[in-house]
DNA sequence: GCTCAAGATAATAGCGCTATTATGTAGCTG
DNA sequence: CAGCTACATAATAGCGCTATTATCTTGAGC
């Protein structure tokens, strides 16, 4: 006899979670309505929005945003990678992003590659698990798989901090190598002619490079002016600059204007030169990039270009915004050049 | 007649994602097995991993961490709340445990309080909305609502970077308090009576508030020696530094120790008096908090108490990690003191 | 009074996966 | 060779929400 077949064996955890139809009931409404409270405020009316706020309030709910990522077939997660989160430049760029897309209520999910590009794809791959409304991604550079993942998903993405290369989909950020450029050309303008640029972990930092490059076609542009770059495979920090110094000293004896790929190196040159009584800027210029905390209390006070970390954050955060307005249209390509500052101090 | 009325107008999206069930049909198995491929390698045969490998890589496949959330009641992500990204001490630690829990394939949400204790209730809100796995808060004060929420969700709750008073779940950090009294103790060792501590943003920052009040009351225990806090409104800087600095010369013109509340307030210190010609450390020893990554490379360099970032990060995420491998067994409390470390440098 | 539009609310069918239970299939034992 | 166990695979019923469609209510217009 076959009748007894289907018993209710499914006990399965029925957690006594409170659900939106917890909250439905409670308010004497539908669960449809409750959602729609949500999402489209203003087509629910004054007298059930009153119901549901006190119902959500007395139940202590909390919407489960994986159900509702779910049912929508998106989240509300936007995925940023960035190369490291230690470092100041990319923390500036996160932290607005994080406030700008918080006020969509747009959460952010955060990975980073510590510069290693052959784990972007991983990472862009566990951000796809998300279904997230839209990707940020670092620099320009990425493998042809994580390009093919991501055109597949058909999720907007947002590549910041360089321009040059084409990009994916949107942009925003600034021309490293004309970072080079106005950097050489500063020293020039200072009479400089014997320039150096001291990089750290230029293999790995691709922006950096550029504006290595950058600097040194600059230079050699000018007539009777030498330029050379001298690196140091570690991440950049004051004590990489000191001994960045060290050795261009060395190699360099009348080297007479310096550039840093950052301030970090800078700082470690000023201080490396108070030590081997080199007068800044009287016999050498230094200036560094990034405009970080220290730069204008050090010294002397530091020569740097600022990139625009904070406004980078902001566009990229309203593109993104803009494009999950207009999701059904046709989505524009959106390239924004934030450019960058020249800061000159008393180092240069 | 009421028969034709239900004829299926459910269009909906039904987008032409990879499910699931796409890989199961193309290795010829049913959705379970590739769903326990993924969940419990091991429970499946070798034959059948190979099939299932095969046909994911074929068909790009990417799970839906969504669905898989929902459907487990549980996500694997782990939140963070810290105060500020941009702060290198946080930084360190985040990265550490992204590091960490990636291992386990564990996802890091990120969100900053920007010292605005107020908004935490708000950020754990809507953290908990991702069902995650855990919870990692820094501090230990949480307002009483926090407290019910994270309680009632019975998710795991790590507290960093504090030590003190009673934890919540589980905590990794050190005292604070006694921060402040190695450096009282470490300035008296130099035979230093008229002290300073130098602070910012201490009304924010209750665990720099918490060193400077060790500081003091270490000091003021010892014969013949006076202890005072002088504070800025601002985020620390090395600005910020300099102008304390300026302030501490001016009312207390004979101090002959300082410690500062951490290293880029010490480091506008150095500058400063760089500046005004005090000696450093003859008339005036100089200590910080942070040891970040300048200090050991300053001018002279820099006396500091390192805090142990990466380290508060990795145990973080392995009591994170222990807990969800036992989670069924009653979990036990765990605090953890990671201690600190003193370097003496030459600015003291 | 009746129609119609606009506005508000409700009913319904999944979203893609996992947990649980059930079924099949060897490989042993005695 | 029945009877059992261990292992591998499959069937099933949701998880809590949203999108879509359907229904109900109201008031204006004639």
Request: glycine share 6%; net charge neutral; charged share 20%.
């Amino acid at each position: 006899m076959a009748m007894v077949a289907s018993k209710p064996l499914r006990t399965r955890r029925k957690m006594q979670r409170v659900t939106i139809m917890d909250v439905a009931a409670r308010a004497e409404l539908s669960p449809s309505t409750v959602s729609l409270y949500f999402r489209k405020p203003d087509a629910v009316s004054a007298a059930a929005s009153e119901a549901i706020a006190r119902a959500i309030e007395a139940l202590d709910y909390v919407p489960n945003l994986m159900a509702g990522g779910l049912a929508a077939a998106s989240s509300r997660v936007v995925s940023i990678i960035v190369p490291s989160v230690r470092n100041a430049f990319f923390a500036e760029t996160v932290t607005a992003l994080q406030d700008e897309l918080g006020k969509q209520r747009l959460q952010v999910m955060l990975s980073h590659t510590e510069y290693k590009e052959h784990d972007e794809e991983n990472l862009v791959r566990t951000a796809l698990s998300w279904a997230p409304a839209a990707v940020v991604l670092t620099g320009l550079s990425h493998s042809a798989a994580t390009r093919r993942l991501l055109r597949d998903s058909k999720v907007p993405v947002v590549e910041i901090w360089e321009l040059g290369s084409p990009t994916m989909d949107m942009a925003v950020g600034f021309h490293h190598d004309q970072v080079g450029h106005a950097a050489a050309s500063h020293l020039l303008q200072r009479g400089r002619k014997r320039l150096l640029f001291l990089g750290a972990r230029l293999h790995e930092d691709r922006r950096a490079a550029r504006r290595a490059q950058g600097f040194v076609e600059a230079a050699r542009n000018a007539p009777d002016v030498t330029a050379e770059i001298i690196q140091h495979p570690a991440p950049a920090s004051a004590e990489v600059g000191a001994m960045l110094l060290g050795e261009a000293l060395h190699r360099f004896p009348n080297v007479d204007g310096i550039a840093c790929s950052n301030d970090h190196i800078a700082l470690g040159v000023i201080f490396e030169c108070q030590r081997s009584g080199v007068a800044i800027p009287e016999r050498l210029s230094v200036m560094g990039f990034g405009d970080l905390s220290f730069s204008a209390a050090a010294n002397p006070s530091l020569t740097t270009i600022r990139p625009p970390g904070d406004l980078i954050g902001k566009e990229a955060a309203r593109l993104i915004i803009a494009r999950l307005a207009h999701l059904g249209a046709e989505p524009e390509q959106a390239v924004i050049d934030t450019r960058f500052t020249l800061l000159h101090r008393q180092s240069s």
